[in-house]
């Protein structure tokens, strides 16, 4: 794991009134070290086809606008994550320590018990994902993703109670995606990407972290971290 890392914080700041809100909102950023992301590029591409034959066409799209043909819509079908390689092996071992760290960061006592769930994502020339939200239950706990080739792309993360326009409105971070950069944030904090607009595709892998009193954390689909 990267030495560097970068926290970031939407802050509602004192509350004087009943009425006021009262929030923190996390992004933590760090880097992926030691793992040949061409290789899990390759990997991933190699996989797509399969995935698309194998799994029920969708509902939804969980709301990323990409399509119920896309292979982000099957994420409920398959886990990244129990792919048995050597560079998935690293990247999950990755994700616990950059939890890790993030907790520290935070003084938050990290639960004994967390399962997860993670999905890739290929986006072609001309496709985005659109503002959308991972989770918004009481139980809501951490989101992230991984980037395997950024195409010179960007994830935008929205301040849920600053996302109107206009003055003073909207509050919004703005992260480069480079290969190797792995994000936790916050599951109720929306996000979108830029465009894709060469013929490269890009290519992320996305996740979801729940606790033990979490409902998600028995899915089909979730494994221990």
Not at 97 to 106: G, I, Q, T
Not at 173 to 196: E, Q, R
């Amino acid at each position: 794991m990267a030495k560097t890392n970068k926290l970031i914080m939407f802050r509602s700041g004192g509350k004087y009134s009943p009425f006021a809100v009262d929030y923190n909102f996390y992004i933590f950023e760090s880097v992926i070290q030691n793992v040949d992301f061409k290789n899990v590029r390759k990997l991933v591409l190699s996989k797509e086809k399969r995935i698309l034959d194998t799994t029920p066409l969708p509902e939804t799209d969980g709301n990323t606008g990409l399509g119920k043909k896309s292979l982000t819509s099957r994420f409920n079908n398959f886990n990244v994550l129990s792919w048995n390689y050597k560079e998935i092996w690293a990247i999950k071992k990755s994700i616990s320590e950059n939890l890790d760290e993030f907790c520290n960061k935070l003084l938050i006592e990290k639960p004994k018990k967390l399962n997860i769930q993670c999905w890739a994502n290929v986006m072609r020339q001309g496709e985005k994902i659109k503002t959308h939200v991972h989770d918004t239950s009481p139980y809501a706990f951490l989101s992230g993703h991984v980037c395997i080739a950024s195409n010179k792309t960007k994830t935008y993360y929205i301040n849920p109670f600053k996302s109107y326009e206009g003055k003073g409105g909207r509050e919004v971070y703005s992260s480069s995606n480079s290969a190797g950069k792995i994000t936790l944030f916050s599951s109720n904090v929306p996000h979108y990407t830029d465009a894709v607009t060469d013929k490269k595709e890009r290519v992320t892998l996305a996740f979801d972290i729940s606790p033990e009193n979490h409902g998600r954390f028995n899915y089909d689909n979730y494994i221990p971290l």
